[in-house]
């Protein structure tokens, strides 16, 4: 998993998250964890194959 921080134009800062999860259990492993910290989740992208994912890594 990597983590990282943006800002966008408007100035607010967001944290990306980005990583290959295993099933779905997992996911749901850390978005319990990410709702137990009180951090509000934006979106959650599935990225299926090899073009999809660089196109999204280039959008972030």
Do not use: C, W
């Not at 966008?8 to 800062?13: A, D, L, R």
């Not at 978005?31 to 073009?51: G, P």
Request: overall charge positive.
């Amino acid at each position: 998993m990597k983590y990282r921080f943006i800002k966008n134009p408007g100035g607010k800062t967001f944290s990306v998250l980005k990583g290959r999860l295993n099933d779905q259990a997992a996911l749901a492993g850390i978005l319990n964890s990410l709702y137990e910290l009180h951090h509000v989740v934006m979106e959650v992208q599935i990225v299926k194959d090899t073009k999809d994912k660089e196109d999204i890594e280039n959008s972030l």
